[in-house]
């Protein structure tokens, strides 16, 4: 492509609404841009890049047996009210109306339609297994859109599902579909990790998350250095302290604490150290009754967790002000199992722990020395909390460290929710009916590229790997108007690299060399051929990988094989 | 391809809901599925014809060099507000709120995002011309869908859009994506034809629809056999009748005519030839003013050409009954010029009438002998009517025919009508700043595999072109799991036309033989090859094409080159 005949439009400063450097880049180097909030357009040249990933993405399903098929964007009501999820779903999911006051919604994720198409088409075993798959746009409302095409509201998805007569078949698929990821983001060149992962709204027994690492991911992972253990946060297991319960130490005694609200005010005040206490929320049970939960004062409540408690309100709604002052008769900062009679919930971690500071259920007062079964009942023990560096790995192989990553993509097993709720099912060998197994595989095909920027940038822009890059190779001729030694090496090179199906870009634009230079390493071009008067003189020209930090000469005979010895596959 | 890996899904029967064959055989093919009203699933074997499609339209539009993006399907309402036509566009625009109560819709078409991506993008003359492009999900809220594919909801369009300093430059790219779609309808191998269209309620003032030529299409194309005019019939001028008007020959007569409401019972009633009958329908004005419209008794009105009319109210409203009858004294059935102090537009055939039979402004009353000027004003004269067979083609070089077409793509000459609106300007070379001029193009990519099946049919099924069959190529094995030579041959077969990069499907399903050949020809692959033990003991096998009424014995030593020499480029 010549780019006198492209569309090249890059910005010296980024609009202020980008806050990570991934978004301000792909502003900056024209890959998108804003329409509205969370609502992008992919310019010409982010769109070369956007293929590229897609292009990836398709081979990798088709290796891996998924077919290809393509479900409406828009979507009647009635699919997700026999799913029971077009209540659940709440506003992340666009509802409209069409001309006959019928509801529809903008899609977000398609396992109703699929279901539905799978259960008219299917009749027998013979035809099982299957395994579907779409390059589509979704849209999720989200409440703050934000970080570009990372968090936006409408996006393209890769979306897989799979139907099984058992659960063996499922898992054989999962497998193959979890190996074909691997292998996509192995291809597209990103520092990944597959986590275990939470199965959230979208249900089933067993989850991976595929996380691109990135210091601005929004997810924390939890992984074991010395092991394969990876998971996301929200799942990642904190097991129980190795050493048992102490006994108690110490008598219980009581402190008045006034103005002391928070865990540091308790600390600073009794100079006391963190471990010692515990810190107390409360949250709804399923009839809104006070559920008390406890957790060390260093840790941090993990509320996916607490939601999968038996007998708590999902989703997990904390206690009002009032409701708790009534239960406890003391406002939260003050709030203790001493004394209290309803139900509560000790993480792991604070079950082994013995003269412990907690809240007295008496505004400005604390109690030190608090043991259990001597002071309070014996609480029921939960993993109720999110796990910390340094806590054992949950397979015993070694300590956890924690990372951060963003999501690009997702694998679920299922199983019969859906197959289940709307009727997915076969006759099997003996005629008789039974429901599907079903699995669900996502990719992020847009956030993708976001995240594979926020990964791979310097100060100067872009870094894409050939894989990705809108252009693997930029000729960049220092005056191609002016000097007509240089125009003739440029075209001359342009065509032998076109030839041998190289995707290069020549930039002939009348713009002074210093644009050309900066333009060419703000988009991220992984090679660069710079063609100049001087060089040409002595029958060189000069190379440059976009990671590399300076220029090698090349003699200009050698330069088209140069390069191509120097492209990834 | 093999089958059993695939998803192949036929019908004996298409369902009821479907009237044209092209739908039915979609159907029936397993290419769609339908989900809602006018929304439809692309099946794999769909969705393969639908990307070979795409990929046509796509290289296409590249070396017309149109530059591809992707901008949102759901576009925010201000946009449409800035264009007018938010309040213009009707129940059509799938209108939408979003969780902030923000206005959006699901884009039927895209000149409002464009034009906004252009007037922030572009400042000066040097950056002009541009010509987008996308391939890309729409939704228009058609009050009835119909004809599966064709007239669907949810649709996939290829839409261009072109901004330039000059009308000069607008013409030579209208031209370059002309001859861009002519070169793509040739390439998928349609019968089609370019005609002068009318613009519609996008605007603009010269326009070219692309029709492919069926029985079944919804557009009426009026050509010359013997001139390269071609014109829907909505635009297609009705000359001035060559002869001028007659003499007044007969007096004018008042003739009573009970129960005479249709020119068909003037006609019976008087024994009249029809053509000296005039037909009378009344119209608003802008002012809500009664205007008389007349055409011959056996010409029909055409409502673009009426709405175009200086005066007339937009879109074109027939007046009430009673606001006819307050005005004319009579009710419609009886309505004419004469007496009528109002405003009176004959179509040109009408002015040129003499000795006339029109309505008498009195019920059951009609006039004989009525001639202009004499027994009425001298009317204004407008080409008010749809041409007819054999009427003199505009371009005078013959006489018009009439078929019908199903309208697959259309270019559009905008001019400033949007950029204007919205202020899309540029700085000229005086930097001086100035409107751009704007054009717009597109295919509807869904549409024309529904067109190229309603052309393309038998009793069998559909005939796919090779360009857009889901597979060129199928290999059809007489007892693939019962013959271990048939399964020999197909699978050597099948590994040698896969390695030429042929599209094969090789049928290895465990159905009867007729099951495996009747789906083949309801599919549509244009080319099938048999093997089976009966030939293989001679050493051939079987190669139809679809077209073809018997089959062709071919030595199994030849068969694939036999082939590939069959298929097109």
């Given at each position: 492509m010549r780019a006198s005949q492209f569309?090249?439009?890059?910005?010296?400063?980024?609009?202020?609404?980008?806050?990570?450097?991934?978004?301000?880049?792909?502003?900056?180097?024209?890959?998108?841009?804003?329409?509205?909030?969370?609502?992008?357009?992919?310019?010409?040249?982010?769109?070369?890049?956007?293929?590229?990933?897609?292009?990836?993405?398709?081979?990798?399903?088709?290796?891996?047996?998924?077919?290809?098929?393509?479900?409406?964007?828009?979507?009647?009501?009635?699919?997700?009210?026999?799913?029971?999820?077009?209540?659940?779903y709440g506003k992340e999911l666009l509802r409209l109306k069409d001309r006959h006051e019928r509801e529809f919604c903008v899609g977000?994720?398609?396992?109703?339609?699929?279901?539905?198409?799978?259960?008219?088409?299917?009749?027998?075993?013979?035809?099982?297994?299957?395994?579907?798959?779409?390059?589509?746009?979704?849209?999720?409302?989200?409440?703050?859109?934000?970080?570009?095409?990372?968090?936006?509201?409408?996006?393209?998805?890769?979306?897989?599902?799979?139907?099984?007569?058992?659960?063996?078949?499922?898992?054989?698929?999962?497998?193959?579909?979890?190996?074909?990821?691997?292998?996509?983001?192995?291809?597209?060149?990103?520092?990944?990790?597959?986590?275990?992962?939470?199965?959230?709204?979208i249900g089933g027994t067993g989850s991976h998350e595929f996380q691109v690492l990135a210091d601005s991911g929004e997810d924390v992972i939890?992984?074991?250095?010395?092991s394969p253990y990876a998971a996301n946060i929200e799942l990642a297991e904190a097991v129980a302290p190795a050493t048992p319960r102490p006994a108690a130490g110490a008598e219980l005694a009581r402190v008045s604490t006034p103005g002391v609200k928070t865990i540091a005010d308790l600390v600073e005040f009794l100079k006391v150290d963190i471990r010692q206490t515990i810190k107390a929320v409360v949250v709804e049970g399923v009839e809104g009754e006070p559920v008390l939960l406890l957790v060390r004062g260093d840790h941090t409540l993990n509320e996916v967790k607490a939601e999968?408690?038996?007998?708590?309100?999902?989703?997990?709604?904390?206690a009002a002000p009032s409701a708790i002052e009534a239960a406890f008769g003391a406002k939260p900062g003050s709030l203790g199992p001493v004394g209290f009679t309803g139900r509560v919930v000790a993480d792991r971690t604070v079950a082994a722990m013995a003269d412990m500071v907690a809240g007295g259920n008496e505004d400005d007062v604390h109690l030190t020395g608090v043991n259990w079964g001597r002071d309070c009942a014996e609480p029921e023990v939960a993993d109720l909390r999110n796990v910390v560096e340094g806590d054992a790995s949950p397979d015993g192989q070694g300590v956890l460290a924690l990372c951060r990553g963003i999501e690009v993509g997702h694998v679920f097993q299922l199983r019969t929710k859906y197959s289940e709720a709307m009727g997915a099912t076969y006759l099997d060998r003996d005629g008789k009916q039974q429901v599907m197994e079903m699995g669900c595989?996502?990719?992020?095909?847009s956030r993708i590229v976001g995240a594979a920027i926020e990964q791979n940038f310097d100060e100067r822009g872009i870094i894409?790997?050939?894989?990705?890059?809108?252009?693997?190779?930029?000729?960049?001729?220092?005056?191609?108007?002016?000097?007509?030694?240089?125009?003739?090496?440029?075209?001359?090179?342009?065509?032998?690299?076109?030839?041998?199906?190289?995707?290069?870009?020549?930039?002939?634009?009348?713009?002074?060399?210093?644009?050309l230079l900066a333009d060419c390493e703000l988009i991220g071009i992984p090679h660069r051929v710079v063609i100049g008067d001087r060089g040409l003189k002595e029958g060189v020209v000069e190379y440059q990988a976009r990671r590399d930090s300076a220029a090698t000469s090349v003699p200009l005979t050698d330069i088209a094989a140069w390069v191509q010895a120097r492209l990834s596959a």
């Open positions: 569309f090249l439009s890059t910005l010296k400063e980024a609009p202020s609404e980008a806050e990570l450097p991934s978004h301000k880049l792909m502003l900056r180097a024209g890959l998108i841009k804003r329409l509205a909030s969370g609502l992008y357009s992919w310019m010409p040249l982010g769109y070369r890049v956007l293929k590229k990933v897609e292009r990836i993405v398709r081979e990798e399903m088709d290796r891996a047996g998924a077919i290809e098929l393509l479900m409406p964007a828009v979507q009647p009501a009635e699919l997700w009210q026999e799913s029971g999820r077009w209540e659940f977000p994720t398609h396992e109703e339609v699929i279901t539905d198409i799978v259960r008219k088409e299917v009749r027998s075993y013979k035809q099982l297994p299957l395994n579907f798959y779409q390059v589509q746009t979704k849209f999720r409302d989200e409440v703050r859109p934000r970080f570009g095409v990372m968090r936006a509201r409408e996006f393209i998805m890769k979306d897989a599902y799979s139907f099984h007569t058992d659960f063996d078949s499922l898992k054989a698929t999962y497998q193959g579909m979890y190996d074909a990821y691997c292998q996509v983001f192995t291809r597209l060149g990103l520092s990944f990790r597959p986590v275990a992962a939470d199965t959230g709204s939890a992984y074991c250095p010395t999968k408690l038996a007998g708590i309100k999902s989703p997990l709604t904390f595989y996502g990719i992020g095909v894409f790997t050939d894989a990705m890059a809108p252009f693997t190779v930029s000729i960049v001729p220092m005056g191609y108007r002016r000097s007509e030694a240089v125009q003739a090496a440029a075209d001359a090179l342009y065509a032998e690299l076109k030839a041998a199906g190289v995707d290069v870009l020549l930039d002939d634009r009348d713009e002074r060399p210093g644009v």
